[in-house]
């Protein structure tokens, strides 16, 4: 959840890494810190509480730390709260205070992840004479390496493997030993590394957007792997200390991409960058060149979907459309449920993991258990080269470039469009869908980047609106089926951005408990795309306003009066398979707008993070 950053080559570090964690902000953003080496001197390490910001005055911009080689974090507390002291970078020396400024350590070290037996493992370094300054498990880590590195008289990777064999746990660790000027040091179990050279020097990062600007030729570095990094070269080893040949991976992604492009926030754009995803993801999907051949889709017996967050709620959309166009049984299981769960699954069964990162902890360990059962695992991921990606037996690759924003929007919908199209694709090699329906499903989504674009287009009336949500305290987002899966996703964007409680619910479950929320003025949006159950969920809407609510709705095409509504949104008209593509849109921009009349952080909201890497 975290960023890292490193660089070591001829330049002054401190800019670099600056830029780098600026670009990382997202992974986590409530305390920043860097330590930069001069030469041989000790390093020099600043850290400071709050955003990049603070850092960046602090140090004018980098200019005050002199040195070519350094390391740099921006933090998302896990262990211990948000402070200097538990800021990274943490030093190995028995300081006092918070770990600023120059510390007589033999090593200085960045993390992300989560060490699972660091309490067992600080007690230990307590009795051999440690002393802390911070709760992190961090500071126990670099602790560790220092221990192994003093006691046994070993290189840099000796200390790190030995290191790694102790600790339990995820990480992507960074380290730079005074003893060794001009070099970084990695290692890393289940949290995301990348290493990119240049002809001159060398960068580290959590993720991609970091080093962009400098180089697209990176590595991943793999489990229980460790790495050493030098200006002009980069030497990976296992866990013996033997050295391992990695290959390079070249990132097609441009550094334009990661920025805001004129848009006052990377949410607008992702927003209004959605036409363009949605066209490239269905001209890059292709089941065959990826192995989904017609014979593995037609041994398909069953479907698990399983994701975190809103790559869970493309789950649930893509579940009424399989079951509905393919017939084939579908359930859909939160990734952190279904990785402690004993589901029975037969033969046949066919796992899909969703993941907009392909990092996020739940999500690979879902991954993984399902391979331990035997199952065949197929990814829906965005970022190439991730862990998932690299796990699964097959992987669709929804082309929505680098999402910097901490909600997602164009990867949620590049996502939805990879589900419908596997969908189609699977009903029709099972004969279910005929070659003429089968072209007109293809034809109409050939027709959505327009739609979508139409929708954007027409945003006026929706900023009206976010003007009277920005007042309310609590607000319900309604619909049946296919509507349903987008009220999760609604809701969830606006209670994570405006902070607004915000609950969604299948629309024939209000009588059940819900409705004795409803006061005066309360808004209820009932999102309504699917004639065949507009009515019903019309009718619950009428309920509501009874009450005193305020009525909201999104409805595809003509549908005629709907005259108890306060609010009316209409989008495109499309096959119903496809709907959820286009209502989501007016969502996003309402929990856009919304967040932005209540003076919010829209890219980076309060607690959380883009990339969950931690359990
Ligand atoms: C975080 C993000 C969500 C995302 C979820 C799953 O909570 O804020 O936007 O849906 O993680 O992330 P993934 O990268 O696996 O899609």
């Given amino acids: 959840m975290c960023g890292i950053v ?4 001829r330049e002054q570090a401190a800019g670099i890494l600056l830029d780098g964690l600026r670009k990382l902000e997202y992974r986590g953003y409530d305390s920043a810190g860097i330590a ?3 030469g041989a001197e000790q390093a020099q390490v600043v850290k400071t509480l709050g955003k990049l910001d603070s850092l ?8 005050t730390l002199m040195g070519k080689c350094g390391i740099g974090h921006t933090r ?6 948000p402070s200097v002291a538990n800021a990274h970078p943490h030093v190995s020396g028995n300081c006092r205070n918070t770990g600023n400024g120059p510390v007589e350590s033999a090593v200085v070290g960045v993390h992300n992840g989560i060490i699972e037996n660091y309490m067992e493992l600080k007690e230990k370094l307590l009795t051999h004479g440690y002393m802390f300054y911070s709760e992190t498990d961090t500071e126990v880590l670099v602790k560790l390496v220092d221990y192994y590195y003093r006691k046994y008289k070993i290189g840099p990777i000796d200390a790190i493997n030995r290191t790694m064999v102790r600790a339990r746990g995820s990480y992507a660790l960074t380290l730079m030993f005074t003893d060794y000027p001009g070099e970084i040091y990695a290692a890393r179990k289940d949290s995301p590394l990348i290493i990119g050279r240049t002809e001159d020097a060398s960068f580290l990062a959590s993720d991609v957007p970091a080093i962009l600007n400098y180089t697209r030729d990176v590595y991943y570095i793999q489990n229980h792997q460790s790495a050493r990094i030098t200006p002009d070269s980069v030497t990976f080893f296992d866990l013996n200390g033997d050295k391992v040949v990695l290959p390079e991976t070249h990132i097609e992604w441009d550094a334009l991409s990661a920025e805001k492009d004129g848009y006052e926030h990377f ?3 992702e927003i209004h960058e959605q036409p363009k995803v949605v066209s490239n993801t269905l001209k890059a999907l292709d089941f065959q060149s990826i192995g989904l051949t017609d014979t593995v889709l037609k041994g398909i017996r069953q479907i698990c979907i399983t994701g975190c967050g809103s790559a869970w709620h493309v789950g649930m959309a893509a579940q009424y459309v399989i079951e509905d166009l393919a017939s084939v049984p579908v359930r859909v299981e939160l990734a952190s449920e279904f990785r402690y769960r004993s589901i029975p699954f037969s033969e046949g069964t066919l796992v899909i993991v969703i993941s907009q990162s392909g990092e996020t902890a739940d999500s690979l360990a879902a991954l993984r258990k399902a391979k331990e059962c035997g199952l065949m695992v197929l990814a829906v991921v965005n970022v190439m080269g991730s862990s998932i990606a690299r796990e699964a ?6 082309v929505a470039g680098p999402e910097i924003s901490v909600a997602t929007t164009k990867a949620f919908s590049a996502q939805l469009i990879c589900m419908d199209l596997f969908a189609i694709q699977l009903g029709y090699v099972k004969g279910l869908i005929s070659q003429e329906k089968y072209d007109f499903y293809i034809k109409e989504a050939s027709l959505l980047p327009d739609k979508i674009q139409m929708i954007l287009d027409d945003k006026q009336k929706l900023q009206w609106l976010s003007t009277k949500l920005a007042a309310q305290k609590s607000m319900f987002f309604i619909g049946r089926s296919l509507d349903y899966s987008i009220c999760l996703e609604g809701s969830l964007k606006m209670k994570e951005i405006s902070y607004i409680h915000s609950e969604a619910y299948a629309a ?8 004795s929320l409803i006061e005066e003025g309360t808004v209820v949006l009932g999102v309504m795309t699917e004639k065949s159950v507009l009515e019903k969920t019309y009718s619950n809407m009428v309920e509501c306003k009874a009450r005193g609510a305020y009525l909201v709705s999104i409805v595809s095409g003509n549908t005629g ?22 209502a989501i849109v007016p969502l996003q921009l309402l929990s856009y707008y919304t967040s932005i009349n209540r003076g919010l952080d829209v890219d980076k909201p309060r607690n959380l993070a883009k990339s969950v890497t931690v359990e």
């Fill in 508 to 515: 024939g479950e209000l009588k059940h408990g819900t409705i």
């Fill in 267 to 269: 949410m607008l754009k």
């Fill in 76 to 81: 998302w507390a896990t262990h211990g709260v």
């Fill in 36 to 38: 930069v080496r001069n």
């Fill in 56 to 63: 960046i005055s602090l140090t004018d911009g980098g200019k």
């Fill in 6 to 9: 490193g660089y070591t080559g």
């Fill in 561 to 582: 009066k709907l005259k108890e509504i306060d609010f009316n949104i209409c989008i495109p008209d499309c096959d119903a398979v496809f709907t959820p593509s286009l």
């Fill in 393 to 398: 037996d097959f992987v669709l690759h929804t």
